[in-house]
């Protein structure tokens, strides 16, 4: 949303020749976006992710990847 703001207050500034109506139209654009995502709007916590408590986590450690094997070189005898 903030990049569409950008090219479309470039675009309008560059065809309008003014750097300023640019730059509010690119400042419209940061306080519209910061009002749709900064505020703890309901409809984002909808579905909460529930974490696991520091307790559980450390009954349950994460596994760990077995170690990769790579490609056994044959070892010639002289």
Known sequence: MLVFFA????????FLGSFQTMLLIYAAGVVLTSLITIPN??????????????SEAEKHPKPQPAPISGPKKKVSKK
């Open 7 to 14: 090219v479309a207050a470039f675009i309008t500034g560059y």
């Open 41 to 54: 709007w309901p409809f984002f916590n909808r579905n909460p992710i529930n974490w696991l408590d520091s």
